[in-house]
Each structure stands twice: as C-alpha cells, then as structure tokens.
C-alpha cells in the first residue's frame, strides 16, 4: 500500500510539470483529472492502509501509534485529507464562493508540497525500524535510506519553479 501511495503522490504532482510528467502533451483540464484521479488513488491507498494496520494492531493486542514512524503517517493521513479538501475548493470555487482562486492555489501548491515531505519522511522512518534494518543490511540500507530524498527534490524544484519563481507584485 505505501509503494502504491508515494508513487501515485508522485505522479499526481508531477502531472502539471512540463518535464517531468508522463503526461506532459495533455491539456490542462485533462491534467486537473489525471490529478484528482491519482489523489484519489492516494487517500484510498492511504485509507487502506491505515485499516489494515489498525486491524493488525488490534489482532496482535499492539498499542496504536506509540513510535515517530506511526505519529507522522496519521499527520500524513489527516494532512492528505487537507489537502483533498482543500483541491475541493479550487475545483469548485464558484459554489464556495471563493475569489482569490490563485491564492488558494499557491497554498495548495505548498500544502501540497508539505504533504509530500511528510510521506517521505514517514517512509525513511520506516528504514530506521528494527524490522526494515533486519531485512536489508550494509550498504543496500544507506541506498533504501537515500532513495526516497530524489523524488523529494524534483518534486520540491517543480512546485518552487512553477509557483515561486514567478515574479509576483506585493499586495
């Protein structure tokens, strides 16, 4: 579930890069669905996982939430929801009445931005467990522990250069 999560993440993000994305000839609307499908995919991945382990730690008579690993992946959780929440807005604004659209979109952006720095530290946190250290050893554990952080830095430079980069007037 957590591989189906970060890659669908990731490619929900990279969708609106002209770079980076599988996606790169679509048009914009078609990107905004390709985007809302992929998240979708997320929080059902994410919610899925979230009931497998709570079921496992119910069966296995483990407490809940006790290690950093698991507090960051339920502020990952309740933070993806956020974010759903807030792409709901943008996608409907004229029914909430919002009006700086471009403003909610940058937040969103960086919001977005946010979640996926918590789901890769959540998932590094992984490799830190006695378990994953038990399973891959030596220098495969240095590589596992680093791979995450690439996808994190493209996905970082492509929401800094298509949102910040821009010179904006001071309001």
């Known amino acids: 579930m957590s591989i189906a999560f970060c890659l669908c993440l990731t490619e929900a993000i990279l969708i609106f890069s002209p770079d980076s994305s599988l996606f790169c000839c679509c048009s914009h609307r078609v990107k905004v669905q390709l985007h809302w499908t992929a998240q979708t995919l997320v929080l059902v991945t994410a919610t899925l996982g979230l009931a497998f382990i709570v079921s496992s730690k119910n069966r296995s008579e483990l407490p809940h939430f006790v290690s950093w690993h698991s507090a960051l992946g339920l502020l990952t959780f309740l933070a993806t929801c956020g974010q759903v929440l807030?792409?709901?807005?943008?996608?409907?604004?004229?029914?909430?009445?919002?009006?700086?659209?471009?403003?909610?979109?940058?937040?969103?952006?960086?919001?977005?931005?946010?979640?996926?720095?918590?789901?890769?530290?959540?998932?590094?946190?992984?490799?830190?467990?006695?378990?994953?250290?038990?399973?891959?050893?030596?220098?495969?554990?240095?590589?596992?522990?680093?791979?995450?952080?690439?996808?994190?830095?493209?996905?970082?430079?492509?929401?800094?250069?298509?949102?910040?980069?821009?010179?904006?007037?001071?309001?």
Do not use: E, N
């Open 86 to 171: 807030c792409g709901l807005c943008l996608q409907f604004p004229q029914l909430l009445r919002i009006s700086p659209v471009s403003q909610l979109r940058l937040y969103h952006a960086m919001c977005g931005l946010m979640v996926y720095l918590l789901a890769t530290f959540t998932v590094v946190l992984a490799m830190c467990s006695d378990w994953f250290q038990a399973q891959i050893k030596g220098v495969a554990w240095y590589f596992c522990l680093g791979l995450p952080f690439c996808p994190a830095m493209v996905i970082t430079t492509q929401i800094f250069s298509s949102h910040l980069s821009k010179k904006r007037p001071h309001v």
